[in-house]
């Protein structure tokens, strides 16, 4: 059975920082494409950043490039984001997932708040 | 980036009919290659994470009943969903996944009439 588990979500202020993870299991992770996206309060889905599945290739949204790092452990079968000088609009859900020929297999997501 | 539109924005339909939801995409993700449509639909019910439906434009994912259904190619797309079923009550979204950022309409809600 494919699970995704994202892990790390909470309260933190203005300009603090988060380290979200997310493990992975049932599918072969170092083969997949890993994604994060996210959600906020009555918004509409919006992609976040990927990594490749050897971590040769990164790509982020504007939204986020200079302030979020995405990183991968295949051995550990685990996906991170940093997220540092976060900003109220960063507060949403954030969802891992991971895709490979099309399919997206996605988390229960994890919550973050961004509030002083 | 590339932009998705979905119309209409709400819908409600009757038990046991139709509903049909486009998808409308500024740019093709049609990839030539390897004849492609790279686009997806989603089902979020509330306080639930996206369930995937449909990718590759019309590969229903494995579980999902087969009243569920995509079409389309280059720009323009439709999930239709045959024989309403209460359960279906949700917010549909499209997704492509051809180029970064990864966009996703801005969602449909359907309900029961």
């Known amino acids: 059975e494919v699970q995704v588990v994202e892990s790390g979500g909470g309260l933190v202020q203005p300009g603090g920082s988060l380290r979200l993870s997310c493990t992975a299991s049932?599918?072969?992770?170092?083969?997949?494409?890993m994604h994060w996206l996210r959600q906020g309060p009555g918004e509409r889905l919006m992609w976040v950043s990927r990594?490749?599945?050897?971590?040769?290739?990164?790509t982020y949204a504007d939204s986020v490039k200079g302030r979020f790092t995405i990183s991968r452990d295949n051995a550990k079968k685990t996906l991170y984001l940093q997220m540092n000088s976060l900003r109220v609009d960063d507060t949403a859900v954030y969802y891992c997932?991971?895709?490979?020929?099309?399919?997206?297999?996605w988390g229960q997501g994890t919550l973050v708040t961004v509030s002083s | 980036d590339i932009m998705l539109i979905q119309s209409p924005d709400s819908l409600a339909v009757s038990l046991g009919e139709r509903a049909t939801i486009n998808c409308k995409s500024s740019?093709?993700?049609?990839?030539?290659?390897?004849?492609?449509?790279?686009l997806a639909w989603y089902q979020q019910k509330p306080r639930q994470p996206p369930k995937l439906l449909i990718y590759?434009?019309?590969i229903r994912e494995s579980g999902v009943p087969d009243r569920f259904s995509g079409s389309g190619s280059g720009t323009d797309f439709t999930l239709t969903i045959n024989n309403l079923q209460a359960e279906d009550v949700a917010v549909y979204y499209c997704?492509?996944?051809?180029?970064?950022?990864?966009?996703f309409g801005q969602g449909t809600k359907l309900e029961i009439k």
């Open positions: 997932a991971g895709a490979s020929n099309g399919r997206w297999h």
């Open positions: 049932g599918f072969s992770f170092s083969t997949y494409w």
């Open positions: 990594i490749s599945y050897n971590g040769g290739i990164i």
């Open positions: 740019q093709s993700v049609l990839y030539s290659l390897n004849n492609q449509n790279y």
């Open positions: 590759w434009t019309s």
């Open positions: 997704q492509q996944y051809s180029a970064t950022p990864h966009t």
